[in-house]
């Protein structure tokens, strides 16, 4: 079956630091590949995506590039701002008609002025 | 414009007692999801409809959980005779038609049974 896999958090930070977050997925098929965030008090929110093999996915100063050969898409910020504080879930779809996501376990992201 | 919403926000129940979650998708969204998301946890899928349809419940943990969506808009998740374990955080997300990627997600009703 589908899985992924996260960096186990917490992870904290100081403002301005370079962000990686690692993510890698078992997946049947080929899967599209996400990062959605959870900002506190709010509910979970599409951050980046990416359809296929080598493609990169960006939004707000962050990036995460699908990597098929070792089944990666891995989140990163060159440098993170205190309100980028928040939970990031990798996530994943292989789209066979039913785009049912496979989250990962999730990240707590601090980041401290 | 107006997103997805949950209603209750936050629910207790006492063991044995059946809850109903509402979910209303953003207008005009065919496909409807629900997810369950124990503490710490990453969301789990439950179910998943087309319009009305159920076409996959797969993740549903146990019989005590059903979910309908009768015209094709508002979803309602029901749990009968709760426990402890069903004490999570349940999600709706919605999106705007089966090819597309992208899910649109509530801000889930946090369950908790006492």
């Known amino acids: 079956g589908n899985s992924v896999t996260q960096m186990e958090g917490p992870v904290t930070l100081s403002e301005e630091a370079f962000l990686t977050i690692n993510c890698t997925y078992t997946?049947?098929?080929?899967?599209?590949l996400f990062w959605y965030v959870q900002y506190p008090g709010e509910g979970l929110q599409l951050l980046l995506k990416?359809?296929?093999?080598?493609d990169k996915g960006s939004n707000k100063g962050f990036e995460a590039t699908y990597r098929k050969e070792t089944t990666s898409f891995h989140l990163e910020k060159g440098s993170v701002q205190v309100s980028d504080s928040a939970v990031y879930f990798c996530a994943l779809n292989t789209n066979f008609g039913n785009e049912k996501l496979t989250f990962g376990t999730g990240t707590r992201l601090t980041i401290i002025p | 414009g107006a997103g997805v919403s949950q209603s209750p926000r936050y629910k207790v129940a006492k063991r044995g007692q059946d809850v109903a979650l509402r979910c209303d998708p953003i207008?005009?969204?065919?496909?409807l999801f629900w997810y369950q998301q124990a503490l710490g946890q990453g969301p789990e899928f439950l179910t998943y409809?087309?319009?009305?349809?159920?076409?996959?419940k797969s993740g549903l943990p146990s019989d005590r959980f059903f979910a309908e969506r009768p015209e094709g808009s508002v979803s309602t998740l029901k749990i009968q005779r709760t426990q402890q374990e069903d004490s999570a955080v349940y999600l709706c997300?919605?999106?705007?038609?089966?090819?597309?990627?992208?899910?649109?997600f509530g801000p889930g009703t946090r369950l908790t049974v006492t």
């Open positions: 990416a359809t296929k093999a080598d």
């Open positions: 997946a049947t098929g080929y899967p599209s």
């Open positions: 409809f087309q319009n009305e349809a159920q076409l996959d």
């Open positions: 207008s005009g969204h065919v496909s």
């Open positions: 997300a919605s999106s705007l038609r089966t090819a597309s990627y992208e899910q649109y």
